[in-house]
């Protein structure tokens, strides 16, 4: 068995048994298996997405890199054991997760490429995988150059990407968790589910990604014992936003409405076009439903810019 077997295996074994989890003792009562964009996070942001910025990534930036430098010279950690050297890589790219998440959160231009992280208002496994191209593209590529560049044993990228998806899917899913003192050291979705809710108290908290240490050592934890609630308003984004993958994208470079767009005829073909197909699809089926596409009037209005609505979050009264 080659590890890609191994770490592939393990991988299906770990979503088989959060999906379980989930369904056994969840976080939020009643969230369905196929919530809200359930289907775009599946196709679009786990298979196509992850497909197509892998070879960005590995192909077109990283080994044009590693074709122009050698660094193998600063490898320190050559001679250490794979596991080490796994976890050397782990938590230095981690601290740096949270910086750059710190970041994305309190400057206007970041956001942009994070808020789709955000948008998801029921939030499961799978909603991890929510991230924009950009911040991907970034991420990765700091992520995996380093491994590569200076040399590491090539063990080291499959088994982190492996330890990086499960961590991903954890921290997200629905489940109820309780770590212990464990959580001082590592993140849970008890402590990132509230990252995900659309709280004032949250929006500059909660930063960590797979050690939760971070934001105890740093002072950005939030972690007040109670849960954000079940009702759409206390997750998400405090705006409108996009749920097509490539108007998410595009809503990152510039603000639009919706409803105002579909004016146009090109607009209005595009943004009817998967529910029309799904439409055909299922009367292909014979399992028809009535109602697939919004009519324009009913299309939510998509505003503005984020510090505009600053004061529109929720706050909690206790
Ligand atoms: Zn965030
Ligand atoms: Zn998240």
Not at 150 to 163: C, E, N, Q, S
Not at 209 to 232: C, I, R, S
Request: glycine share 4%; net charge neutral.
């Amino acid at each position: 068995m080659t590890l890609i077997q191994i770490t592939t295996t393990i991988l299906i074994c770990c979503i088989i048994f959060i999906i379980a989890w989930e369904r056994i003792s969840p976080y939020r009562k009643g969230l369905p298996f196929f919530r809200e964009g359930f289907w775009i996070d599946l196709v679009w942001y786990t298979l196509i997405q992850s497909f197509v910025l892998k070879i960005v990534i590995f192909d077109y930036i990283i080994a044009p890199v590693q074709h122009h430098i050698s660094w193998q010279g600063f490898a320190f950690f050559k001679e250490w054991p794979v596991a080490a050297q796994v976890l050397f890589f782990l938590v230095t790219h981690d601290l740096y997760i949270y910086l750059f998440h710190r970041l994305q959160h309190s400057s206007k231009i970041l956001w942009r490429t994070h808020e789709a992280h955000h948008s998801g208002k029921e939030v499961d496994f799978l909603a991890g995988s929510r991230s924009h191209a950009l911040e991907i593209i970034i991420n990765q590529t700091i992520e995996f150059a380093p491994i590569i560049i200076l040399g590491a044993d090539p063990a080291v990228v499959p088994i982190k990407a492996m330890l990086d998806a499960m961590f991903g899917m954890f921290i997200h899913a629905n489940i109820n968790v309780k770590l212990g003192r464990l959580k001082y050291i590592f993140n849970s979705p008890e402590l990132h589910l509230w990252h995900h809710a659309n709280y004032r108290e949250v929006f500059h908290a909660n930063f960590s990604t797979k050690f939760a240490m971070w934001d105890y050592l740093l002072g950005t934890v939030y972690d007040p014992g109670h849960k954000p609630g079940n009702e759409p308003e206390n997750w998400g984004l405090y705006y409108d936003y996009p749920k097509d993958y490539f108007l998410q994208h595009a809503f990152s470079v510039k603000r639009f409405d919706e409803k105002s767009l579909l004016r146009y005829k090109w607009f209005r073909y595009y943004y009817e076009l998967r529910p029309n197909l799904i439409k055909k699809a299922r009367r292909l089926a014979g399992v028809e439903k009535k109602e697939n596409t919004l009519p324009p009037e009913q299309v939510r209005r998509i505003p503005i810019e984020p510090e505009v609505v600053e004061n529109e979050y929720q706050t909690i009264n206790t």
